[in-house]
């Protein structure tokens, strides 16, 4: 007779702790940072450049690049933000040259911003993602930004919080 009872109440016993580890588990959902976060985006098509030759003495070290344009999807179909760029030119325009840049990303979500060292021509670089607005407003990571005849941009989040 005694195991009659020892079983059912094995089996209420299992069923309440799993139930309370599942409520917990939805309570913290909540307040736990999303990881592991991937974008990617293209900047490229319609976008305004400026170069800033503050000595009149051709490109150098302390001119400025600036830039904004529309953000497309990855197919280049959908428009989903709009790119600012600021660049420092770290050593003469020539093949070769350098310069540090950083890029605002306005996304529906929130900005992104990164910085990073960007050769002049078509490169493939990493930046460092370092923080934004509203859900993006404590991430950080890494962006890849590939060159070519547009530049694609794939941001790795490694923490966004707020959501």
Do not use: W
């Not at 993006?136 to 530049?151: K, L, N, P, Q, W």
Request: glycine share 12%; hydrophobic share 35%; with cysteine.
């Amino acid at each position: 007779m005694g195991k009659r009872f020892m079983i059912p109440l094995i089996c209420a016993a299992t069923l309440v702790a799993t139930m309370g580890g599942i409520a917990s588990a939805q309570r913290n959902r909540e307040t736990v940072p999303e990881t592991g976060r991937s974008i990617h985006v293209i900047f490229g098509p319609g976008q305004y450049s400026k170069f800033m030759d503050f000595a009149n003495d051709g490109l150098g070290f302390g001119d400025r690049l600036a830039a904004a344009g529309p953000l497309f999807d990855g197919s280049q179909t959908t428009r989903v933000g709009t790119a600012y760029l600021d660049c420092v030119i770290m050593s003469r325009q020539q093949v070769g040259g350098t310069y540090y840049c950083t890029y605002v990303l306005k996304l529906e979500a929130g900005d992104i911003t990164t910085h990073g060292i960007d050769p002049q021509g078509p490169s493939d670089v990493f930046f460092a993602v370092t923080g934004g607005t509203r859900a993006y407003r404590e991430a950080s990571g890494e962006a890849h930004y590939i060159d070519t005849t547009v530049t694609d941009i794939i941001i790795n989040l490694d923490d966004v919080k707020g959501r």
